[in-house]
């Protein structure tokens, strides 16, 4: 069934069974992950895609979250990418997210 979603202020038209995170990818909206690490983690377990939906009481991992007609949702990575410098020690948590960016705007272009 399709369903009307809007994320980070465009509208978009998707199927019900699809995540934010893929719904995100079709459109060239950029939320960076972890995912690509099968092997080393579970799915949502580094909550590094978290997004901030309109409503709910937490942040959602935009990787595991079915999306839902009339959802808003507003992808907040540069506050994750700031919040990891702070708590790896500045440098090193910059590092990694800038890899992380790096990494999902090279290997995850729309194909």
Do not use: H, Q
């Amino acid at each position: 069934m399709e369903v009307k979603i809007i994320i980070d202020g465009k509208p978009f038209v998707a199927d019900s069974n699809e995540t934010i995170l893929s719904v995100a990818r079709k459109n060239g909206v950029e939320i960076p992950t972890l995912c690509f690490l099968k092997n080393l983690n579970e799915p949502a377990s580094c909550r590094i895609c978290v997004v901030e939906v309109e409503g709910a009481r937490n942040l959602v991992t935009a990787c595991s979250t079915k999306i839902k007609d009339g959802m808003v949702v507003k992808t907040i990575w540069y506050v994750i990418i700031m919040l990891t410098a702070i708590i790896f020690n500045d440098s090193i948590g910059i590092w990694i997210l800038a890899t992380i960016v790096w990494y999902n705007s090279v290997f995850n272009k729309k194909k």
